[in-house]
């Protein structure tokens, strides 16, 4: 038997898709599969493409074609691979394979068919598979910090969404698995998790026929993780019962990313979430009332069909109104699969970035004062990189997600992946900086 190929994952897209490639690597590792990150050297790379919006879409196929010029074996994995499905094998001939983002499970057969001879079409119609604690993963992030899946796929049908004919529907796993897993992570010195969904608030429904994230929240905070973060809570979720449950619960961090996508009540009306509209500000209120420390994030799409300048207008005083800690902006990118698609009165490029560029204005300034405010306070920071030429210490404090959010850039001795206190000496419009408390 000769040595087993090497095989290499470039990973395009969200923290969602991050998961399955992880489980991909856990799973070439356990049957022996020799990982390496240098795609130079592999003998397949595997591509787990991002499909969301035209944007993501161009970055998977640019990294597709640089790949397949450099002459590499291609397995095209995840959202593209379970759009497009056969119509990449035909028009990639170095794609040996396509793998659908309920079937990533099954990569170590794919390859073994694949170094058979064979090309292979390993895509699911209705994705309906959801990993557990018990399938391998080799985590990506930085050893502090892991995403926690909590479900996938999406029972709701935004106008401008195509992740419920990519991802299936929801689907969440039990309570139990989910704290299996929170278990092995805390073992393996994680400090940081990060329960994703598509729609966390939404989490056991499918399951349990009622949500079931308070009740998760409460069994997380018994695990030994000092911070549990929620992403993707919908303001329509945050009922009493989670709002007490992130009190109570002390290493639940009061992080909540609201994907509002819009203010006005006419557009979310054409996005499909009419029932946003009545509840934005009475939530958003009621959520600043009842968690006077919670850091709140949100995403808002510009540009959408039908958008006119007085919808724009009360989109910016809606920023301004309720002074969000972070904002993404998205102009609407037109998805030939969806509603918004068909809808007459689509927004000019021009205008869509004009409008992108004016609420970033908007809301710079709100950020840096959000920011200033924490000048002279003594907050933990996870450490999880150094700067190996300055020994300047790079970290995130509980107000800043991985990714999306800013770093706190530090000064001082700490050791990667611990939380230490830092006093906070000087901030920007997005990142802050400061000094290790000494003890």
């Known amino acids: 038997m000769g040595k087993k190929p090497i095989v ?23 049957a022996g599969y020799r990982v390496d990150a240098n795609e130079e050297i592999a003998d397949y790379v595997i591509v787990n493409t991002c499909s969301f919006i035209e944007a993501a879409r161009t970055e998977s196929v640019r990294t597709l074609v640089e790949l397949a010029e450099a002459d ?3 397995i095209i994995a995840g959202c593209m691979a379970q759009h497009f499905q056969s119509q990449l094998l035909e028009e990639l001939p170095e794609a040996r ?18 170094e058979k001879g064979e090309r292979v079409q390993a895509v699911s119609e209705q994705p309906v598979y959801i990993a557990d604690e018990s399938l391998p993963r080799y985590r990506t992030t930085t050893e502090a910090v892991a995403y926690l899946r909590v479900a996938e796929g999406c029972d709701y049908g935004c106008s401008f969404c195509i992740i419920p004919q990519l991802r299936g529907k929801q689907r969440s796993r039990s309570l139990e698995s989910i ?22 608030t939404n989490y056991g429904l499918d399951l349990y026929g009622e949500p079931k ?37 002390p290493n639940v961090i009061p992080y909540l990313d609201l994907p509002l996508q819009h203010s006005h009540p006419e557009i979310l009306k054409k996005m499909n979430r009419p029932w946003q509209g009545q509840v934005n500000d009475r939530i958003i209120e009621k959520l600043k009332n009842a968690l006077p ?14 958008e ?10 809606f920023v301004e109104t309720h002074q969000f800690d972070h ?23 021009a205008i869509k970035e004009l409008r992108h560029n004016k609420l970033m204005a908007r809301q710079q300034p709100i950020a840096a004062k959000k920011n200033q405010a924490c000048v002279g306070q003594t907050v933990e920071v996870l450490i999880e990189q150094e700067n190996p030429s300055t020994g300047e210490l790079i970290g995130r404090s509980s107000r800043f997600a991985p990714e999306v959010d800013g770093l706190v850039y530090v000064q001082g001795q700490a050791s990667l992946g611990s939380i230490v206190p830092v006093t906070i000496t000087g901030a920007d419009i997005y990142d802050l900086y400061g000094e290790v408390v000494e003890n």
Request: charged share 25%; glycine share 6%.
């Open 293 to 306: 420390d919670a850091i709140l994030r949100t995403t808002f799409i510009v540009g959408f069909p039908g």
């Open 308 to 317: 006119e300048e007085t919808h724009f207008e009360h989109l910016e005083k």
């Open 8 to 30: 290499a994952i470039s990973h395009l897209g969200c923290e969602k898709n991050r998961i399955d490639s992880e489980h991909m690597l856990g799973l070439l590792i356990q």
């Open 213 to 249: 994230l308070a009740e998760l929240l409460r069994e997380l905070g018994k695990v030994d993780v000092p911070w549990i973060r929620i992403h993707y809570a919908y303001p329509t979720g945050l009922t009493d019962k989670v709002i007490q449950a992130i009190q109570e619960t």
């Open 327 to 349: 904002v993404g902006v998205f102009k609407f990118s037109p998805e030939p699969e969806t509603p918004s698609y068909h809808l007459p009165n689509q927004v000019p490029e």
């Open 97 to 114: 394979a396509i793998v659908g983002t309920g079937d990533y499970q099954k990569i170590v057969e794919v390859i073994e068919a694949v």
């Open 72 to 74: 590499k074996k291609i």
């Open 179 to 200: 704290v299996k897993e929170a278990k092995i992570l805390a073992d393996q010195g994680v400090k940081e998790i990060i329960l994703i969904s598509q729609i966390t």
